[in-house]
């Protein structure tokens, strides 16, 4: 019992001495009455804020603008370590409410603990330092989700890319759904990023997910995010899908066709409702996306074989646009390798390497499975062997593999193998496998992968480094 009185005198001796403490410590003192007028200032502050006459009576705020002590009175919360602005200075601040015996806020009490934010320049660089990184990163994202393309890249002289370019720049104003069809390097993405540059959507994020290149366990969870928490694994915290990704922007959704069928229903869903709902999450998120879907399958052929769902193809089928392929618009490749040269010679040094008529000849007699992405692999290993600066039919003969339907017998093979480096020979062989298998499954990239015993995602893989082309 003793003690406890001991404490309580302690007590009270304590708080009538803390304010002389806190007082004389502070560069500045300010007590604000219920209404957040100022009930009483010290010198100290009066001559830190140069105050002529005494401030008392007025509102906080037309005294010192920044001042958070209405909100102090009006939460009664406390705010132990703040930053005010004070013109171009910064005070280092704490706000105590002021509370009578019944627990009302009766006021508060304002302390300027230092008067320059120096005394906390070490956190405050390292606060600095965060949020720099911070804002940096979400620059190179908001760059990385920037369309790296307009209209005046996608090349073309040709009717057909005319007629493309035409329909872009329409579908672009439209709001509307747009279906790329087109194969595998015809330019669809960039068609895609197109399309988005132009229309209202420009300076929001463009969102590109290859549909084929993904597990299929992990789609869903790749579409739609997963909410916080939802697995016990080690990531606790929510993953944005891509249609969040894409919010207030364009979805570029490529080898649609490729999407399994409860994939499809749920996807269906999302374009009717405009809502997703997260993985483990019982909670629906609105999201507003353009989308721009694309594929090399016959999608038409997909919809009778009870694969790609008929009301999915309707609703994508808004606007459609059909990419032809490279071999049936040979005006196109004169300046398609023209511009590849350039970009090959920006890379490597040195003048644009120049392609003789003859050269030009075998480029515009060469099928290009892969399309565009195929010319450009094809023109950048004809440069990487060699240093001439005028390509002749020759070098290109060198590089430019046999047509699939075309594969040599083996005799023959030897002899169009002779004397050319192993690495060479191997990629022209896997490229010859890849090409026939695809041609066998009528470019259902599943099947074909089946056929070569390699899983989808690593087909994409080689395709990608062989230049035929699997998309992004
Ligand atoms: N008309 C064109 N003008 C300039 N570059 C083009 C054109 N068409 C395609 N390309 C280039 O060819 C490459 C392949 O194009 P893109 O990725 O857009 O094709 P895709 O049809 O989406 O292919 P996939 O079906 O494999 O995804 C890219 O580097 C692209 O910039």
Not at 352 to 375: F, K, Q, S, Y
Request: charged fraction near 25%; hydrophobic fraction near 45%; glycine fraction near 8%.
């Amino acid at each position: 019992m003793t003690n406890d009185l001991d404490f309580e005198s302690l007590k009270q001796r304590a708080v009538a001495s803390l304010f002389g403490h806190l007082e004389g410590m502070c560069v500045g003192t300010v007590a604000v009455d219920r209404t957040a007028r100022i009930a009483w200032m010290d010198d100290k502050y009066k001559a830190l804020l140069a105050l002529t006459e005494d401030p008392a009576g007025k509102p906080v705020e037309e005294v010192i603008p920044a001042s958070q002590l209405r909100r102090a009175v009006e939460t009664g919360q406390p705010s132990m370590i703040d930053i005010m602005e004070f013109g171009d200075r910064s005070f280092v601040v704490s706000r105590l409410p002021l509370k009578d015996a019944g627990g009302a806020v009766i006021g508060a009490l304002g302390f300027v603990l230092f008067e320059r934010a120096e005394q906390l320049r070490p956190l405050v660089t390292k606060y600095q330092r965060v949020q720099e990184e911070l804002t940096r990163t979400q620059q190179e994202l908001a760059q990385e989700r920037r369309a790296k393309y307009s209209f005046s890249q996608f090349l073309g002289v040709s009717n057909a890319v005319r007629e493309i370019k035409r329909l872009g720049r329409r579908a672009a104003q439209l709001d509307s759904t747009v279906l790329l069809l087109g194969e595998t390097g015809t330019g669809k993405e960039l068609l895609a990023q197109a399309i988005h540059s132009a229309s209202p959507r420009a300076g929001r994020p463009f969102v590109g997910v290859n549909v084929a290149a993904i597990p299929e366990n992990l789609l869903e969870a790749e579409f739609f995010g997963v909410a916080p928490g939802a697995y016990t694994g080690a990531d606790r915290r929510l993953r944005e899908g891509k249609f969040q990704l894409a919010n207030g922007g364009t979805l570029f959704l490529d080898e649609i066709g490729d999407m399994p069928l409860p994939l499809q229903a749920k996807l269906l869903r999302v374009l009717q409702e405009r809502e997703i709902e997260p993985l483990g999450s019982n909670k629906v998120v609105r999201v507003d996306v353009r989308i721009v879907a694309a594929t090399s399958r016959d999608l038409e052929a997909l919809v009778r074989d009870k694969q790609f769902r008929a009301d999915l193809y309707y609703r994508l089928n808004v606007v459609p646009i059909t990419l032809p392929p490279l071999r049936d618009r040979t005006e196109d490749i004169e300046g398609l390798a023209d511009r590849i040269l350039e970009q090959l010679s920006l890379q490597q040094g040195g003048a644009p390497r120049e392609l003789t008529d003859g050269a030009l000849a075998v480029l515009r007699g060469h099928g290009w499975p892969g399309n565009v992405r195929e010319l450009t692999n094809t023109l950048e290993r004809v440069t990487a062997l060699t240093d001439a600066p005028v390509l002749t039919e020759e070098h290109l003969r060198r590089v430019l593999p046999a047509a699939p339907s075309q594969a040599a017998p083996p005799a023959a093979m030897a002899e169009a193998f002779n004397g050319r480096p192993l690495s060479e020979v191997l990629h022209a062989a896997e490229r010859t496998a890849i090409a026939s298998a695809l041609e066998q499954t009528g470019g259902v990239k599943a099947r074909a992968a089946k056929l070569l015993g390699i899983s989808r995602a690593s087909l994409y893989e080689r395709m990608m480094s062989l230049g035929i082309g699997a998309g992004a």
